[in-house]
DNA sequence: TCAATTATTGACTCAGAGTCAAAACGTGGA
DNA sequence: TCCACGTTTTGACTCTGAGTCAATAATTGA
């Protein structure tokens, strides 16, 4: 009969609400803050009936970050649409990536919370598994790029693919997560965390030899392509346009060890 | 009398007494897991006492965080005792972190938990300024280098001396912390976090044009010298030393797009 | 309509961070 | 040596919130 089905579409309604709203109160009070008893009373079911969704509150906050991983993957398969040379290609991934910090600038301090500690062990190992495929995800659109750069001859033919796609991972979260840092902003004087997180991309991509390089493209262009083909909304790009990769200033203009 | 003078050192010891048993239990258990009361009992005072000393259990932790960043600063001091070109100079400080991350694979995921959410805000501003200090000290040693690589020409005259910094900090924190994640690890294929995080700043510094770049020198053999000359106890550069950055196989022996 | 099965509930347990009134200790003066 | 006063230490207590489970409600099939 038809009653089960019913019941699972109900089943899975309720763990989207769940979820959402759990979302909605990890982003204003973080994890520790996150209470299941005031979630219970928002979503208007039993605290128990959560428990027989998520097996612990972590399991809980994965799924809420899985949904936001999958936000992310939506992002690079939208970038992946852009055409042009490679290197331009990948660059459009990492406005994805910026452009997820913009909008979602919770969810990306969520992900930072995952890389620590005993969140993996208090999940279940479905919601684990969820998680480990919507990675691959967007894995697998950065792989392609890789590769067509590899084929195209834009990239050393000697690229070991895994580790190009480890050295934009690494950089992009590492400068993003540096980024968010107060104590970070101050010892670096830190202005704009977007566009200094592009630029260690760019100087990972130069390190890499993906050409074209920086100096032999006018990657401003570009941002502005990406901006009109595939990100109308990263409103952001039109300010970090004009001084991309901060431009080297005519020589002797800076002091030697000079400083204000 | 010199009776208030004693006191302030007995209560400064007890200090140390806690945070080191914390540090202790912290590596063992995590944050979540580190239970007040069972250091109360480890280190033979009340849980009262500890918060004589500690405003909240964030206190403490960060206090075990700062002892960490000053052991961190101390590798970071060794290493810029190392004598030779500036880039081989800050190669040695990318050794200190590595060597960090060896001896105290612990401490190193503490540093990434305190880029999470209300840590900060439930410390004392004290212990705050503590830690900011601690790692001025950290930056100042790189400051100092990159500076020196500017002055010297190995770096771009243009080179803004934080935007060096910010890159290299975040190239290597990023690495480390990518390199931790189990589901990365798949993902990229790691054979050994280490090595990816050193080629990672290579790349960077590569990209940041700081000469002799990573083709025109032995960074082997700087390697080999760091070990000689400031890090005898770091066993695993051994490893990593005969194929450091990944030499370019003869072109041809890879397949296309061929993977196993 | 009703018994059997399944789903939901929220009062309860339990762990552990943080508190504070009472007890212990130290000090200086008689 | 003893006492009175201020300071430090103590651990039983409070309070919050995650996770449980017996009681209750809803659904189903006969």
Known sequence: MGTGERKRREREEREELMISHAGRL??????QGLNLDELARAIEYAK????QHFCTKEDLVLAVATRALQLRAELFERAAGFTGRTRER????????CQFA????????????????????EASPERRMAHGRMGERCFRVMDTI??????????????DADAVKFSLVAVTMGSHAMALEP???RLCRLRDPLEATRRNQDLICDGLGWRPLLTDWDYAATDRR????VF???AWLDVAAPGTSEPTPPAGRRRKGGRP
């Open 102 to 121: 913009v909008v979602h600038p919770k969810y990306f301090q969520l992900d930072l919370m995952l890389h620590s500690q005993s969140f993996w062990m």
């Open 48 to 51: 128990g009936t959560i428990y």
């Open 232 to 234: 109308p909304e990263a």
């Open 90 to 97: 990948m660059r459009a991934i990492g406005v994805a990536c």
């Open 183 to 185: 104590e970070i902003q």
């Open 146 to 159: 890789v590769r067509a750069a590899r084929d195209a001859g834009d990239l050393p033919s000697g690229s």
């Open 26 to 31: 990890l982003l204003r009070d973080g994890f």
């Open 226 to 229: 990406i901006r009109a083909e």
